[in-house]
C-alpha cells in the first residue's frame, strides 16, 4: 500500500490541525494504520494507531485526549485531529501501515507515507 500525507502546517499553540493520509489500494481496510512522529534529534515515536475497522485505538500518553484518530475506509483516508497543541508537539508525523492485527512498534509498520510538518508557535 502507498500511503501519503498531507495537512501539516504552522499553527499557533492551542491551535488545531487535521492530518489526512490517502493510501491506494483496494486492500486498505485490512490495514492497521497509525501516525508517527519524529521530532529533531529525537527518535520516532507512536502517536495513535487504528485496527482495520475502527473500533480499536491507542495513543501515546503525552496526546490522549487532545489527538483523535479515525479512518474511513470508503475513502481510503486515515485521519488525525490534532487539537490543543502544545510546542512539543512539532515533528515531522508520519502515517504508516501494517499487516498485523495490533501493534505500536514502528518496526511492524512495513509502510510508510512522505511525512507532513507540523509547527507549533508559543
Known amino acids: 500500500v502507498q500511503l501519503q500525507a498531507y495537512g501539516g502546517g504552522l499553527v499557533q499553540a492551542g491551535g488545531s490541525l487535521r492530518l489526512s493520509c490517502a493510501a491506494s489500494g483496494r486492500t486498505f481496510s485490512s490495514y492497521l494504520m497509525g501516525w508517527f512522529r519524529q521530532a529533531p534529534g529525537k527518535e520516532r515515536d507512536v502517536v495513535a494507531v487504528i485496527n482495520w475497522s475502527g473500533s480499536a485505538t491507542q495513543y501515546a500518553d503525552s496526546v490522549r485526549g487532545r489527538f483523535t484518530i479515525s479512518r474511513d475506509n470508503a475513502k481510503n483516508t486515515v485521519y488525525l485531529q490534532m487539537n490543543s497543541l502544545k510546542p512539543e508537539d512539532t515533528a515531522i508525523y508520519y502515517c504508516?501501515?501494517?499487516?498485523?492485527?495490533?501493534?505500536?512498534?514502528?518496526?511492524?509498520?512495513?509502510?510508510w507515507g512522505q511525512g507532513t510538518l507540523v509547527t507549533v508557535s508559543s
Open positions: 504508516a501501515a501494517s499487516g498485523r492485527h495490533w501493534s505500536h512498534i514502528a518496526t511492524d509498520f512495513a509502510s
